[in-house]
């Protein structure tokens, strides 16, 4: 079991973050085996692994072993170019400890990576590069949707509910009292860490069923299932024509295309409609209580809510 202790301020630095570093790392761990292979049969059949004698097929092993730290670096915006540069920038130091650590098989690629970090990092990019353009970046917008939609989610449940309701609602195996979060997992391998910066909580689609932990850097990190993964390989309906006489088209058509919090800009480009229409649109749903509306950074983005989602769902039937 892993514990992470947090004083007062940690609490107040809890974020919530996406990663194009851990996907390629936990969706590569799943493809090596693991429970997750049955929600992602689709995407394993039309994709490729790395080369088993690259650095990064040796470095992710199956489930439940350990994954070195250093391959996962906190991140502070999803995108790949961004957390590439940080993972290369690891320390020397760093790199060979967490191989230490990790018991991976001294093969001469590691070996190397251990000889010269440096170097070896600068392949490790190259080759997560690779992988991602043939296997990750096809998909990614869709990745991306539903995980900006749970970031989306647990920005509200934190705003309105609190950050204890926000933890112990992420996975069973996670518990938070007030003091300490502990993670009952098997697969978590993070020492207990104390009045550090605050957590990073990274939704994934590739994790399930566990959750995994570490504390590599400048903060403790949490990947978490991301909610709606097992949906996430289907064919999105369409508005439906129950759905449009009821609300009317034009509303049952933003409805459908809120699958990740959306700018009123972006829905009127989708959907031809103006944005002053976009704008009427969204104040009446919003008032009906099918969309929430938050403000980020200098924009304002609205998302459906739960009351949407089982309209949605009733109106396909």
């Known amino acids: 079991m892993v514990a992470i202790e947090f004083a007062a301020q940690g609490v107040a630095r809890v974020r919530?973050?996406?990663?194009?570093?851990?996907?390629?790392?936990?969706?590569?761990?799943?493809?090596?085996?693991g429970e997750g292979r049955v929600l992602h049969a689709s995407w394993l059949a039309r994709t490729a692994g790395p080369p088993t004698d690259s650095l990064l097929?040796?470095?992710?092993?199956?489930?439940?072993?350990?994954?070195?730290?250093?391959?996962?670096p906190p991140p502070h915006t999803p995108d790949l170019a961004t957390e590439l540069a940080a993972l290369t920038a690891t320390p020397p130091e760093l790199v060979r400890a967490h191989l230490d650590l990790s018991g991976i098989p001294r093969t001469p690629?590691?070996?190397?990576?251990?000889?010269?970090?440096?170097?070896?990092?600068?392949r490790?990019?190259?080759?997560?590069?690779?992988?991602?353009?043939?296997?990750?970046?096809?998909?990614?917008?869709?990745?991306?949707?539903?995980?900006?939609?749970?970031?989306?989610?647990?920005?509200?449940?934190l705003a309105e509910q609190g950050i204890g309701a926000l933890l112990n609602d992420l996975h069973e195996s996670?518990?938070?009292?007030?003091?300490?979060?502990t993670v009952a997992n098997n697969h978590c391998q993070a020492p207990n860490v104390t009045d550090g910066p605050g957590l990073v909580l990274i939704?994934?689609?590739?994790?399930?069923?566990?959750?995994?932990?570490?504390?590599a850097g400048e903060a403790p990190q949490l990947a978490y299932?991301?909610?709606?993964?097992?949906?996430?390989?289907?064919?999105?309906?369409?508005?439906?024509?129950?759905?449009?006489?009821?609300?009317?088209?034009?509303?049952?058509?933003l409805l459908t295309e809120m699958?990740?919090?959306?700018?009123?800009?972006?829905?009127?480009?989708?959907?031809?409609?103006?944005?002053?229409?976009?704008?009427?649109?969204?104040?009446?749903?919003?008032?009906?209580?099918?969309?929430?509306?938050?403000?980020?950074g200098k924009g304002v983005l609205s998302a459906r809510t739960a009351l949407a989602e089982a309209l949605l769902v009733g109106g396909a039937g």
């Not at 097929?57 to 996962?72: E, K, N, R, S």
């Open 16 to 33: 919530l973050s996406v990663s194009c570093l851990w996907e390629v790392m936990a969706g590569l761990r799943m493809r090596r085996g």
């Open 57 to 72: 097929w040796q470095l992710v092993p199956a489930a439940p072993h350990y994954i070195p730290d250093f391959l996962t």
């Open 109 to 122: 690629e590691i070996l190397a990576l251990h000889d010269d970090p440096a170097a070896g990092l600068t």
């Open 124 to 157: 490790l990019a190259a080759e997560i590069t690779g992988y991602w353009q043939q296997a990750l970046a096809p998909d990614w917008p869709r990745i991306r949707a539903l995980l900006d939609r749970e970031v989306f989610r647990g920005a509200r449940v």
């Open 174 to 181: 996670v518990r938070w009292d007030g003091a300490e979060l």
């Open 203 to 215: 939704p994934s689609v590739f994790v399930w069923p566990s959750v995994l932990s570490i504390s």
């Open 225 to 253: 299932p991301a909610r709606g993964v097992a949906a996430l390989w289907e064919t999105p309906a369409g508005p439906t024509e129950n759905l449009g006489a009821v609300l009317g088209r034009s509303r049952a058509r």
């Open 259 to 296: 699958t990740a919090p959306t700018s009123t800009t972006e829905l009127a480009r989708r959907t031809g409609m103006s944005a002053g229409a976009v704008s009427q649109h969204l104040n009446a749903l919003r008032g009906a209580g099918l969309v929430a509306s938050h403000r980020v």
